[in-house]
């Protein structure tokens, strides 16, 4: 099984603060993988950095088989990664569709400002390949500020896709949303990663212990420990970085 991203020695320090310390973690493709911690673990920056929100102090990104370290976002979006933020960001004014749409026509090289939009058959039809595949068509005309978490959560996996990514991050997709709404998104993640490779950051342990295939655990911008979720569940050093969480409600968790 080959790796999709391999990190060796990421480091990126903020003044005093060494927020990610001396990563090294390789993530193998074909499996759907978690990234969990307590607050402050250094997970967000972790994504930042590899995805080229900030550049690195030290260390190599390697992301399927290209040396990305230091590169702009958009020229790893190029190569095949694509990101949703934590912090919601979509256009609040224009509808669902018109997000979407924007997003897969971006992908292209050119973009004509004097041709009909309803020109742009193949874009039309992969925005509403797109909009199916997210479960979104009946708002495709909703304008996207008046959309609920969870579609809006639905709407940015859709513009994510938008970039036909080999490797997606989600960062918390399911923070704030109902368990309707988390039932459902937490459905169409798995679905996307029979297709695609997926890591997440997600609070959610119950979510994490019944998706993930792959774990990693980091504390104080270190990884603490990886595995399945068994293995997690158990592990001394989780429970303790997890203050107040302890075996039996980690493994209650698991079975839940």
């Known amino acids: 099984m080959s790796n999709i991203l391999s990190v060796r020695g990421l480091t990126k320090r903020f003044g005093g603060l060494t927020a990610v310390d001396d990563?090294?973690?390789?993530f193998d493709s074909g499996r759907l993988h978690a990234i969990i911690g307590p607050n402050g673990a250094g997970k967000t920056t972790f994504f930042n950095l590899i995805s080229g929100f900030l550049r690195p102090d030290e260390g190599r990104v390697e992301f399927d088989g290209h040396d990305i370290t230091g590169l702009k976002t958009h020229?790893?979006?190029?190569l095949?990664?694509?990101?949703?933020?934590?912090?919601k960001s979509v256009f609040n004014q224009l509808s669902v569709r018109e997000n979407v749409w924007i997003a897969a026509q971006a992908r292209l090289p050119w973009l004509h400002p004097f041709r009909p939009v309803s020109r742009f058959k193949a874009t039309d039809e992969k925005v509403?390949?797109?909009l199916e595949e997210v479960g979104l068509t009946r708002l495709a005309e909703r304008q996207a500020g008046t959309l609920s978490y969870g579609d809006?959560?639905?709407l940015e996996l859709g513009i994510a896709l938008a970039a036909e990514p080999r490797l997606l991050l989600l960062d918390e997709p399911i923070c704030g949303m109902s368990p309707q709404e988390t039932a459902h998104t937490v459905g169409k993640i798995v679905e996307l990663s029979k297709s695609i490779d997926v890591i997440l950051i997600e609070h959610d342990?119950?979510?994490?212990?019944?998706i993930a295939e792959d774990i990693v655990v980091m504390a104080q911008g270190g990884v603490l420990a990886r595995g399945t979720a068994k293995e997690i569940a158990t592990d001394e050093r989780?429970?303790?970085a997890y203050l107040g969480i302890d075996e039996d409600e980690l493994a209650g968790d698991l079975h839940a």
Do not use: C
Request: avoid cysteine; proline fraction near 0%.
């Open 75 to 78: 020229q790893i979006s190029k």
């Open 80 to 87: 095949g990664m694509a990101r949703t933020l934590q912090i």
């Open 128 to 130: 509403d390949r797109l």
């Open 23 to 26: 990563v090294e973690v390789d």
């Open 238 to 240: 989780v429970k303790e």
């Open 152 to 154: 809006m959560a639905l």
């Open 205 to 210: 342990m119950e979510v994490v212990f019944d």
